[in-house]
């Protein structure tokens, strides 16, 4: 990275889409200044930053604002091409372009934003709809330590700041077991490979705080 380089990314401890940012400036290599974001009150430079989401992460680079975390992620991997995220091959990167939306809106409103509005018996329904909608993932990982093969990479960012390191403490806040380790044999092997990585491991939330806040924003999801 060039010396005049300036990154400075804004987040929340709590968020994936901000610790995925988080994964991919690590797995790079390129030193970055971390502004933490209240959810309750957030700063004004948030707010001048991204006026029409108003919400994290934010990336800015010498001056310049990125938003959305996938754009931020693509943005990393074409200005910083070494240690590449995404696959260099065109069909495998639009496949974790797919996976990766799956993950962020589908598998996010079933697994977090119905799943908060429903009762016991609508959970279990909800859990069932995640499930199919996991089990693609489970298929695109079979053979594989990660999503990309040997290494971690888009999709596992994606994917692993999501659904293991927050949808799964959402559900272990209410007491549903949605992924086992039967159904999921290689989703669950992921995890545990993930969990060994150092850029990942720096990025994930701790669980008990993480399991508490994660019913803290379901509760404010049935209150909206």
């Known amino acids: 990275m060039a010396e005049k380089d300036q990154v400075k990314l804004l987040g929340i401890w709590a968020s994936p889409f901000s610790r995925r940012v988080e994964m991919a400036l690590k797995h790079k290599g390129i030193p970055y200044e971390y502004v933490e974001e209240i959810l ?14 108003k919400k994290v992460p934010v990336l800015v680079h010498n001056g310049k604002t990125i938003l959305e975390s996938h754009v931020i992620l693509e943005y990393i991997d074409e200005t910083w091409p ?4 995404l696959p260099q091959d065109p069909y495998e990167r639009s496949k974790a372009r797919f996976f990766a939306k799956l993950v962020d809106e589908q598998i996010m409103n079933v697994g977090f934003f119905s799943m908060a509005k429903a009762d016991e018996k609508g959970r279990e329904v909800l859990a069932e709809q995640a499930r199919e909608l996991i089990m693609y993932l489970e298929k695109e990982l079979v053979g594989k330590d990660y999503f990309g093969g040997k290494t971690v990479g888009f999709l596992d960012f994606v994917a692993g700041s999501l ?19 039967e159904k999921f044999p290689e989703f669950k092997k992921w995890v545990k490979n993930l969990e ?24 404010r999801v049935r209150s909206s």
């Open 40 to 53: 309750e009150n957030k700063s004004p430079l948030l707010l001048a930053l991204n006026p029409i989401h």
């Open 196 to 219: 060994k990585v150092e850029i990942v491991k720096d990025c994930v939330p701790p669980r008990e705080k993480h399991v508490e806040h994660m019913n803290y924003m379901a509760e």
């Open 82 to 85: 070494h240690n590449p995220i």
């Open 163 to 181: 659904i293991p390191f927050c949808l799964e403490r959402g559900w272990e806040g209410i007491g549903l077991e949605v992924i086992t380790e």
